[in-house]
């Protein structure tokens, strides 16, 4: 083979990659419109963000931050429930869309998928049974304290959280447990904590519209009255490859911001707004 012939099907092959590549680009966003349905992968048990109301619906803040989402983009929004390590994992070869499931950007996720936009922030605190003498930060070094597996709530009472995110306030892991006891949901650390002071845990660490929420609905805990442990920027996430969506994305996340759409879904579901970390 010549050179020159050589140089030739160098070209053409590159131009067919060209192609293929723009064959892709898009192609979860032109499903979606075609369609008009944008299947959203989030959690199934985790009130206030997402959870099955008195109806066996899913609801909370997550669900309908969701639909306003699919809505500007034509369509509405069909959810499921997979576990979490598998939506954080990637390459979710179509089976959803777009997870709006509260998910940190973590360095490690951003290699296996794409966060268009952080749509809000949520202060991490630590929680104590109501009748627990617990206090401050300080007095939890050495105890016993749950966190949801998988989470940053599990990097942080490690002393391994990194956040790198834009707006995040500077934290501390400052506390240093004796026994760390890990759960598959949010749930779980909760449902310890109410048995009693120190019958199966000290303390938690939780988000706390997820505190607040479980207060509500009767637990008898309360959060430790000092600042909060970190911030988390909650993003939503899709799968690597589709710049098209991830702009689109982006721009109706920053509307829903301007117009005050995200700080109402906030206020209702949270009773204050956290679109900017406080």
């Given amino acids: 083979m010549t050179l020159f ?15 293929a590549g723009a064959a892709e680009a898009g192609a979860t966003l032109d499903r979606i419109t075609q369609k ?19 109806d066996n619906q899913l609801d909370g803040f997550d669900v309908d931050v969701a639909k306003e989402i699919a809505k500007r983009l034509g369509a509405t929004a069909r959810f499921i429930t997979p576990e979490w390590g598998i939506i954080t994992a990637g390459n979710w070869n179509g089976r959803w869309d777009i ?5 940190t ?5 951003t290699r296996v ?7 809000y922030y949520t202060p991490y605190v630590f929680a104590v049974h109501k009748a627990s003498k617990l206090d401050s930060r300080a007095a939890l070094n050495g105890k016993t304290i749950g966190v949801e597996g998988g ?10 959280l990194t956040i790198d995110a834009v707006g995040v306030p500077a934290f501390t892991a400052d506390v240093k447990p004796g026994d760390i006891k890990t759960y598959g949901d949010s749930v779980g650390p909760l449902d310890d904590l109410r048995l009693g002071d120190g019958v199966r845990l000290d303390a938690i660490v939780s988000a706390l519209p997820t505190i607040d929420a479980a207060v509500k609905r009767g637990y008898p805990i309360r959060a430790i009255n000092d600042k909060p442990a970190y911030h988390e920027p909650l993003a939503i996430a899709i799968d690597k490859g589709d710049a098209e969506l991830n702009a689109r994305l982006a721009e109706i996340v920053a509307a829903l911001k301007a117009e005050g759409t995200l700080k109402s879904l906030s206020e209702k579901w949270y009773g204050i707004d956290y679109t900017v970390a406080k």
Avoid: H
Avoid at 7 to 19: E, F, N, P, V
Avoid at 44 to 53: G, K, L, T
Avoid at 113 to 119: G, H, K, M, R, S
């Fill in 36 to 54: 008009k349905e944008m299947v959203v992968a989030t959690a199934a048990n985790w009130p206030p963000q997402s959870f099955m109301n008195k």
């Fill in 5 to 19: 012939k050589s140089l030739c099907l160098a070209a053409a092959a590159g131009a067919l990659a060209l192609s």
């Fill in 99 to 103: 997870s709006v499931g509260s998910m």
């Fill in 105 to 109: 950007p973590t360095t490690g996720r």
């Fill in 151 to 160: 989470t940053t709530s599990e990097d942080y009472i490690n002393g391994k």
């Fill in 113 to 119: 998928l794409d966060f268009p936009a952080i749509y």
